[in-house]
């Protein structure tokens, strides 16, 4: 039986509506939970299908004007199954834990609604060939995240956070209807795989410039990286699933997709500059931020900004390899994070934070190694992947055998924090077993990935891919991150840590500049002054301009005032105008005989 | 049996525009001859068949029936005027727009719940006008309802509106009657000029070309103005927001979603009728860029919900105009798909802002806070509202965005990208708003009203009309036939 690839979305549209239509109905729905969740699997397994049935491209027919057809295309290649299968994966991890983190009973359908609209838009785009389902998917994707990280709105700071996540994401979406305007004038198609096939033209440049602000803006990438940090005000669950396999990797993705694009228009440096930039910054803030949540948001953008290096550097698989190990790890931070949040009344400090469950602790460990890069396990042949593309050139290798280590020495400062912190009594009460269940599952597909990605070198290196390098390369990685480990364990674990933390407090120049990326900041806030500055001279004139035109009514007004001094009901006024007047046409008829 | 169906269809069809005239010219009479109490009920009942009869037109002209629905009575034959009425793609898209949200209007009511005689009379009345102008084949009866729509919601803003109504209602007057003589005026002009001496708009689609190129010009400002002051454009957009900070709610969905329209319309038909508009295409879209960034920059200094969105109006119409300006089927009928989709969702965002005033008795975004807590509907509604103007796929707004576009970079390059910018800051100043009145850090204005069900069921309708548009454009493209 052939299973059409979008199918894979009809669950979940089925589960939203549902939980959409309990939520209008007002329903504290008990069950919507594990409607939402078989929805998920259901997917998954739909998705599973599609996995192992044959590639293909598959158009459905939207609507065609003047001429030209938009369809919403789909494909079913090597990529788009490799997003779906990481999609659905999590995103079951995640609903699971869900059903433990989100006990709100009067909040539980608009979650789930929008959960589910989410996941719904990232398997779209995981499977999207053109631009029109692309854009469908990537603003739907957009809005749900902002009306997720908003979702606690009566909290302090949520507000703001939702704005600066949509206010950047609007710039990406308004980039990219430019872009797909742009392309669709040049190339007279929507569909990826056209346009890869097609020549470039010099007018490349414009809209590729377009798309690239896009995928910056949804990759918090340099400028537009400040969002993702103030968008971890939402559900743990939600950061869990958007820094892991959706949203931030979109982005990505795009780029991984639409690379010959911009190697054929030398674009490259760009990607380059930006993803250095942007990994130089989120490694340093990283080390400098104490709440649980933005240190790995940080690690976030920097893993991101790895990704952007590796395309920079035409080196595909390399940011494949990273995307798909990062999406394990990522979660699973995030999923003890929240644990350990969650048993210690939502606190966000990283110093009055403790850890006593045996799970999450050793969680935490795999992954913050697995995010350092040790050898067996699986974020190591990400980095290395990225290491031996960079190679050739050597600043960038420095640079990122540099990135190494601090990258090691923030994820175990905030590894080592959390344990030194004396076991208080967790009192949160809370159903564990969910949320156990989801990192558990996600801990287990770090473990099987990391088998599964050294068992493959040897396929991978008949495919002339190779992301594991020589013995050099893991003594080089294994000598960084121990050296990374010991340092902090060092710094963090004895006697220093209070002159580290009255340091930390308050920080010299070069702190400062690199913390919060103070400049990215003013920047934005000199670029709203001067909008303002110009609404308010605008709206000045308007003001102005309105009063003119009373001035024109006015005169209106004096000029009756004036004309009425002729009609003021006296009888001889009247005779003598009219006597002027019957002399004036005398006068005149006389001039013209 | 199937033949009958199929006769009874056929005569629906074919009277249609008597019928969707007739039931709002009989609602004007009921509304007034009865008592008060009634009137919901027949003025429901009038844009409800109307708007029956639109949908059943829609389906009609979908299947494949041709368009060629007219009908004509002489009026005043000696100066060769007829009450000319037809069907075309473009009048049935603005006719389809303007029932749904008379529809609305009526359902919702008046949310303050008094006056509802009054209130249904005006909806019933402008009922006629739009139906009878954007239905109409000739320019004299063109302006005949046009008169008729301004003088209606004159009258919604100068006895149903708010405080200082009459300075407000005086001031749209003013302008719309500077818009009206130079219609008249216009159009006097095109019939004299014209070698046929007619009014009929094919007629004079057909004969314009002869008109001499100064007669051309002077027309085309004298009509040009008109429309763009009803559009509105800068700079004659300043009667707008005053009106609309004094119409009541159900005035101000008819105001900026159908009255607006007209001067769209209006454009369209000229710039079809005057083959000399062509050379003022790049002025004109120069002119529609300038009044966007005017627009979006007064908003951003604006207190008043109701101030924000009538600004907000401001801006969409003038990327209609400047869709209409690109001079190609894309610009065209994106102009026409967004003014569509305007309709519904400006009358649904002054819905909600008309539901906020009624729930909470204030309008200012600095005072407001927490609204969704209290007001979760009207609250998720603005929302998707203001999603939907951005242009959420999906939604009818990005249709038009889409063709719009597409057409405007072949027609100005990569300068044709300019409204984006503006659209752009629009949206950054609607999520200020939503951020600082919706959400809010747990501080809550109370709720002093509340709303009923049935401005609840209207936001409901006009949602599920512009995701059914924007979902299947098909049917409103298929039946352009472009």
Not at chain 1, 367 to 388: D, E, Q, R, V, Y
Not at chain 1, 488 to 502: E, G, N, V
Request: proline share 2%; with cysteine; charged share 10%.
């Amino acid at each position: 039986m052939f299973i059409y690839p979008i199918y894979v979305l009809a669950p979940l549209a089925l589960a939203a509506f549902i939980a959409l239509l309990s939520g209008i109905l007002d329903r504290k729905s008990r069950l919507i939970k594990y409607i939402a969740l078989a929805a998920v699997v259901a997917s998954f397994a739909i998705a599973c299908g599609i996995i192992a049935q044959g590639s293909g491209i598959y158009a459905l027919h939207w609507f065609s004007f003047g001429g030209i057809t938009f369809n919403i295309t789909v494909s079913t290649f090597l990529l788009n199954k490799i997003l779906l299968f990481l999609v659905g994966l999590i995103g079951i991890a995640i609903f699971i834990y869900s059903i433990g983190y989100m006990d709100e009973p009067e909040n539980q359908n608009r979650y789930y609604f929008e959960m589910l609209i989410f996941t719904l838009a990232m398997m779209l785009f995981a499977i999207s060939a053109n631009f029109i389902s692309l854009f469908i998917a990537w603003e739907l994707l957009g809005i749900t995240s902002y009306l997720l990280i908003g979702f606690w709105y009566a909290k302090a700071k949520v507000s703001e956070a939702a704005r600066a996540a949509i206010t950047t994401i609007l710039i990406g979406d308004i980039s990219m209807l430019a872009a797909i305007v742009l392309f669709f004038n040049l190339y007279h198609t929507f569909n990826f795989y056209t346009l890869l096939g097609m020549a470039a033209s010099p007018l490349a440049v414009f809209p590729l410039t377009f798309l690239l602000i896009a995928v910056f803006t949804k990759s918090a990438q340099f400028p537009f990286s400040n969002w993702l940090q103030l968008a971890m005000e939402g559900p743990t669950p939600v950061s869990a699933f958007l820094h892991s396999s959706t949203m931030v990797k979109a982005g990505v993705f795009l780029l991984i997709l639409l690379l010959p694009l911009f190697v054929q228009s030398h674009m490259l440096w760009i990607l380059l500059a930006v993803g250095l930039i942007t990994v130089v910054f989120g490694a340093m803030n990283a080390l400098s931020e104490n709440h649980i949540k933005k240190i790995l948001a940080y690690s976030t953008i920097e893993d991101l900004g790895l990704m952007i290096v590796a395309l920079g550097l035409n080196a595909v698989y390399a940011a494949l390899a990273l995307f798909i190990v990062q999406a394990f790890y990522k979660a699973l931070l995030f999923l003890s994070s929240g644990y350990v949040m969650k048993a210690n009344h939502d606190r966000e400090d990283i110093h009055r934070i403790s850890v006593n469950s045996r799970l999450v602790s050793f969680s935490m460990l795999a992954a913050a190694l697995s995010l350092a890069g040790l050898f067996p396990l699986s974020g190591f042949f990400g980095k290395t992947a990225i290491g031996i593309a960079a190679r050739p050139d050597l600043l960038v290798y420095v640079v990122l055998l540099g990135i190494d280590v601090l990258s090691t020495l923030y994820i175990f400062r905030w590894f080592f924090v959390l344990k030194k912190n004396k076991k208080e009594s967790m009192t949160a009460r809370f159903s564990k077993f969910p949320m156990k269940l989801g990192i558990g599952i996600v801990l287990a597909l770090l473990i099987i990935s990391s088998f599964a990605m050294y068992f493959a070198v040897n396929y991978m290196s008949s495919l002339r891919i190779n992301y594991i390098g020589n013995i050099n390369d893991i003594a080089i990685e294994t000598v960084l991150i121990l050296a990374g480990i010991a340092a902090t364990w060092l710094f963090y674990r004895k006697k220093q840590i209070k002159a580290l933390l009255a340091r930390e407090k308050n920080p010299n120049i070069a702190g400062k500049i690199l913390y919060n990326n103070v400049f990215v900041w003013s920047a934005y806030l000199i670029v709203a002054e001067i909008i303002a500055a110009i609404a308010k001279a605008v709206f000045y004139f308007d003001i102005a301009f309105n009063k003119f035109t009373y001035i024109l009514g006015r005169l209106a007004l004096l000029t009756g005032d004036a004309l009425r001094a002729f009609e003021n009901g006296e009888v001889n006024a009247y005779i003598a105008v009219f006597a002027a007047g019957l002399v004036f046409l005398i006068i005149f008829f006389i001039i013209k005989l | 049996m199937i033949a009958g169906i199929y006769t009874l269809v056929q005569e629906i069809a074919k009277n249609s525009i008597a019928i969707s005239l007739a039931v709002p010219a009989i609602a004007i009479l009921l509304i007034a001859v009865t008592k008060e109490k009634f009137s919901r009920a027949i003025g429901l009942a009038s844009t409800g068949i109307v708007l029956a009869i639109s949908l059943f037109l829609l389906a009609y002209l979908y299947i494949g029936h041709g368009i060629a629905i007219n009908a004509s009575i002489p009026f005043i034959s000696s100066l060769n005027i007829n009450f000319e009425m037809g069907i075309n793609p473009i009048s049935f898209t603005l006719f389809m727009m303007s029932s749904i949200v008379l529809f609305t209007t009526s359902l919702a009511g008046n949310v303050h719940r008094t006056r509802h005689k009054a209130t249904q009379f005006l909806i019933v009345l402008f009922q006629l006008a739009s139906t009878g102008l954007f239905l109409s084949l000739n320019l004299f009866i063109f302006f005949i309802f046009w008169d008729i729509g301004v003088i209606a919601m004159f009258f919604f803003i100068n006895s149903l509106g708010s405080e200082s109504r009459k300075e407000a209602a005086m001031k749209f007057l003013i302008y719309e009657i500077l818009a009206s003589s130079l219609l008249l005026f216009g159009i006097l002009m095109i019939y004299f000029y014209t070698p046929v001496h007619s009014f009929n708009i094919n007629t004079i689609i057909a004969n314009a070309y002869l008109i001499p190129a100064v007669e051309q010009t002077i027309i085309f400002a004298l009509l040009f103005i008109a429309f763009i002051i009803n559009m509105p454009v800068f700079p004659f957009h300043l009667w707008l927001p005053d009106a609309h900070t004094e119409a009541p709610t159900q005035g101000s969905m008819l105001l900026s979603g159908v009255l607006t329209k007209f001067g769209g319309f209006g454009v369209i038909l000229l710039f079809e009728m005057l083959p000399i508009s062509k050379t003022f295409g790049n002025y004109i879209a120069a002119l529609a860029v300038i009044s966007a960034f005017y627009s979006v920059l007064v908003l951003m200094r604006q207190d008043d919900i109701k101030r924000v969105i009538a600004y907000s109006t401001i801006t969409e119409m003038a990327i209609v105009l400047f869709g209409i300006s690109e001079f190609s089927n894309f610009g065209l009928y994106g102009g026409v798909y967004a003014m569509l989709s305007h309709g519904l969702l400006i009358a649904m965002l002054f819905l909600a802002a008309g539901s906020i005033e009624v729930i909470f008795n204030t309008r200012n975004i600095h005072i407001l806070k927490g609204i969704v807590k209290n007001a979760r509907i009207v609250a998720y509604s603005m929302l998707a509202g203001i999603f939907i103007m951005l242009g959420l796929p999906l939604s009818s707004a990005f249709i038009a965005d889409l063709l719009i576009f597409i057409g405007a970079i072949s027609a100005f390059g990569v300068a044709g990208l300019a409204p984006l910018l503006a659209l752009l800051l629009v949206g950054a100043f609607l999520y200020f708003i939503i951020s600082k009145s919706f959400m809010s850090t747990g501080r809550y204005t109370r709720a002093i009203g509340s709303i009923g069900i049935e401005q609840k069921l209207a936001f409901a309708v006009l949602l599920i009309f512009i995701f059914i548009f924007g979902t299947f454009p098909f049917i409103m493209l298929g039946i352009f036939k472009i």
